[in-house]
T-cell receptor, first 111, second 116 residues
Framework: KQEVTQIPAALSVPEGENLVLNCSFT??????LQWFRQDPGKGLTSLLL?????REQTSGRLNASLDKSSGRSTLYIAASQPGDSATYLC??????????FGTGTLLAVQP | GAVVSQHPSRVICKSGTSVKIECRSL??????MFWYRQFPKQSLMLMAT?????????EQGVEKDKFLINHASLTLSTLTVTSAHPEDSSFYIC????????????FGSGTRLTVV
């Protein structure tokens, strides 16, 4: 059974810092991995999608990497801003044809 | 980009009544739609998977008679919470997928259900 874990559960940083969020999954047989952002009481916004054959994806200040063999992904946020404050979720899609979510990281960027 | 519209965003209903939540893919056809439930400060829990024109597949522990899912077209899926009780109060989110692994999932904005 696929299990997805995110570390840390919560993170508080001052504005301007670079930071890394971690995601690990137990079954490496995945088709893709997706990072989402969720603001309080809102739905999910897709940030980056990495296919199993890819090593990383970049969008603006965000960079996501994938090491499928070790079951790990990281989301790097450069020059963090207060507007980046949200919960970040990673999710993997695999042979079960289901999108399995991680436990989430609550990020607070202090101005 | 792909857009999924979910309505209503917020609903309050009396215990014992039924509530219907709609999920529409606005600019693409969704072969599969997913319904998730989220408790406060927790991650998303998959409730069921629905494919257009066929019966939904429910996850273990989810009552299919309480949570009725209909996927009548490639752009519309509905979740009906029947005979709602206060413990059904939660945040429900739908997701739509084209069926292509090269394209990710698109989520609706969620529905906050409060049963009083």
């Amino acid at each position: 059974k696929q299990e997805v874990t995110q570390i840390p559960a919560a993170l508080s940083v001052p504005e301007g810092e670079n930071l890394v969020l971690n995601c690990s999954f137990t079954d490496s047989a995945i088709y893709n991995l997706q990072w989402f952002r969720q603001d309080p009481g809102k739905g999910l916004t897709s940030l980056l999608l990495i296919q199993s054959s890819q090593r990383e994806q970049t969008s603006g200040r965000l960079n996501a990497s994938l090491d499928k063999s070790s079951g790990r992904s990281t989301l790097y946020i450069a020059a963090s801003q207060p507007g980046d404050s949200a919960t970040y979720l990673c999710a993997v899609y695999g042979a079960t044809n289901k999108l399995i979510f991680g436990t989430g990281t609550l990020l607070a960027v202090q101005p | 980009g792909a857009v999924v519209s979910q309505h209503p965003s917020r609903v309050i209903c009396k215990s014992g009544t039924s509530v219907k939540i709609e999920c529409r893919s606005l600019d693409f056809q969704a072969t599969t739609m997913f319904w998730y439930r989220q408790f406060p400060k927790q991650s998303l829990m998959l409730m069921a998977t629905s494919n257009e024109g066929s019966k939904a597949t429910y996850e273990q522990g989810v009552e299919k008679d309480k949570f009725l899912i209909n996927h009548a077209s490639l752009t519309l899926s509905t979740l009906t919470v029947t005979s709602a009780h206060p413990e059904d109060s939660s945040f429900y989110i739908c997701s739509a997928w084209t069926g292509e692994t090269s394209r990710g999932y698109t989520f609706g904005s969620g529905t906050r259900l409060t049963v009083v």
